[in-house]
């Protein structure tokens, strides 16, 4: 398999014709735990373009093949919703100065060979290459240690991401509504944000 397996980092209008593909791998990714997201293509569409319209947007996919199997965005925190910017701003943080890796997906047979990583790297050198970035981010889903959700034999990213130098900033933390698959209406979520100092190497 390892062989067949490329990765691709798009920019700006690059980005485009891969969204369609990217948005059903989400959909496909995001259902399982820890955010049981019933997905629809139309708002993925939607959620997507704002990667391929941003000046600063980058889109890294994993191909097995002419197959998305892998994919990972990012953009300028200035150019996202007010949600994303508001902890920050209450923090007293200048949201040009923080690039925000949004969302990371990959299917399960191609975990553990290093793309975890590879996402990583490849939106920390994107930001470094804009020049105003001294922070990278992203947020995740809180759920409760105990949560009935959670399925046997889970394991969650926090060790990985502490280890890439990312710190979970307790009381930086966004709702979002989406509609979950065991819930037949939107409900809002938590997702608390964690930051690293975009140093200049890796």
Known sequence: MAGDLRVLSLRGAEIAEWLPA???????????????YDGDEAYEARYLA??????????????????????????????????FQAPFLARGMPVDEVFYCAESVLLPEYRGLGFGHRFFEEREAHARSLGACAW???????RAEDDPRCPAGYRSNAPFWTRRGYV????????????????????EQALTFWLRRLDSGN
Do not use: H, N
């Open 22 to 36: 990217v948005a059903r791998l989400r959909i496909v990714v995001f259902r399982e735990y820890p955010y049981l």
């Open 136 to 142: 990278t981010a992203f947020a995740a889903v809180d």
């Open 168 to 187: 979970r900033q307790p009381g930086m933390t966004m709702r979002l509504a989406w509609k979950q698959i065991d819930c037949d209406v939107e409900t």
């Open 50 to 83: 704002t990667y391929a319209r941003s000046p600063g947007g980058v889109l890294v996919v994993v191909l097995d093949g002419e197959r998305v199997v892998g994919a990972s965005t990012g953009m300028p925190l200035a150019g996202t919703e007010a949600e």
